[in-house]
Nanobody, 115 residues
């Protein structure tokens, strides 16, 4: 059973920064594409950033130039560095991936950006 545990969320003023972490256990992230997602109140979950096993990255347009996804396979952990945060970035942030054809998600970490 794979478990993903996110951490690093919190309350920050607009323009501030946060670094989210997602630690995996029960399965290795090596070879897996990993993703960060977010869900704001009343909205659908959206894909924010992805990183492949080859460290190729992609981002939703709204965070390009502000967010950076990275991974440390030795620590079985991925990260999301979020800079220049905006109130519209407020959401619960989740990491996710697939192992053996099954999608796994963490419990999420709340990010709140005040104006």
């Amino acid at each position: 059973q794979v478990q993903l545990v996110e951490s690093g969320g919190g309350l920050v003023q607009a323009g501030g920064s946060l670094r989210l972490s997602c630690a995996a256990s029960g399965g290795s992230i090596t070879g897996n594409a990993m993703g960060w997602y977010r869900q704001a109140p009343g909205k659908q979950r959206e894909l924010v950033a992805t990183i492949t096993s080859a460290r190729s990255t992609s981002y939703v347009d709204s965070v390009k130039g502000r967010f950076t996804i990275s991974r440390d396979d030795a620590k079985n952990t991925i990260y999301l560095q979020m800079n220049s945060l905006k109130p519209e970035d407020t959401a619960v942030y989740y990491c996710g991936s697939r192992w053996w054809g099954i999608a796994y998600w963490g419990q999420g970490t709340q990010v709140t950006v005040s104006s």
